[in-house]
């Protein structure tokens, strides 16, 4: 399997603009998880899928924030209007079961700078 | 609300040295996990210790637990150079949870050829 998979890498937008974050899980996993990292904040969970029902998005920070997951395959992580303060590194995970007890698998991240 | 919180920040020693970074709870878990993130790269697993475990090996990683402390260390023995990335410790997000967890904010590890 080729891991998770993001897309695109980095995505640079000016402020106001809609940014889409994609994602592919690794085949057969049944948890997806969508994290945010800052310097100043950490990695953060902002919302997890099981068997693609959002089940906790008490993560998102604020309503211009969505995500969906259509099927087993593929997430969407959605910024609408962006702003400067979004600027971050966005990353997909996914995982066989619980991810206390199970380990998660990481995507590459997609490196967000909202001008 | 971050659970783990991992201690030094920041640890720089030479290959060879070994390198030991702490992690600290505020609430029971069932498991602690231990990620490695290289620099620009997602987080990889390196183990998972249940909460009825006292230590754990895998390779030159060593990882112990004490829950009566709320604590754990990660051991890097003979540490190389490639062992530079930054360490994060993962729990149980909520007491009695178990389909998340929280992340703590990294002990960055700097390996001097």
């Known amino acids: 399997d080729a891991g998770v998979i993001q897309s695109p890498r980095h995505e640079v937008t000016e402020m106001g603009q809609e940014v889409t974050l994609r994602c592919k899980p690794i085949?057969?996993?049944?948890?997806l998880f969508w994290y945010r990292q800052t310097m100043m904040r950490g990695l953060e969970l902002l919302i997890y899928f099981n068997n693609n029902v959002p089940i906790d998005d008490s993560g998102m920070p604020e309503d211009r924030f969505s995500a969906k997951m259509p099927n087993a395959s593929f997430s969407t992580l959605k910024i609408q209007p962006s702003e400067p303060r979004d600027s971050a590194v966005y990353f997909c995970?996914?995982?066989?079961?619980?991810?206390?007890?199970?380990?998660?698998?990481f995507g590459p991240g997609t490196r967000l700078t909202v001008l | 609300s971050q659970q783990g919180e991992e201690d030094p920040q920041a640890l720089s020693i030479q290959e060879g040295e070994n390198a030991t970074m702490n992690c600290s709870y505020k609430t029971s878990i069932n498991n602690l996990q231990w990620y490695r993130q290289n620099s620009g790269r997602g987080l990889v697993h390196l183990i998972l210790?249940?909460?009825?475990?006292r230590e754990k090996h895998s390779g030159r990683l060593r990882v112990t637990l004490d829950t009566s402390k709320k604590s754990s260390s990660l051991l890097i023995t003979a540490s190389r150079a490639a062992d530079t990335a930054s360490y994060f410790c993962a729990t149980d997000a909520d007491p009695g949870g178990y389909q998340k967890v929280t992340f703590g904010i990294g002990t960055k590890l700097q390996v001097i050829p």
């Open positions: 995970a996914s995982s066989l079961g619980a991810s206390s007890y199970n380990e998660q698998f």
């Open positions: 085949s057969g996993h049944d948890y």
């Open positions: 210790i249940r909460s009825n475990e």
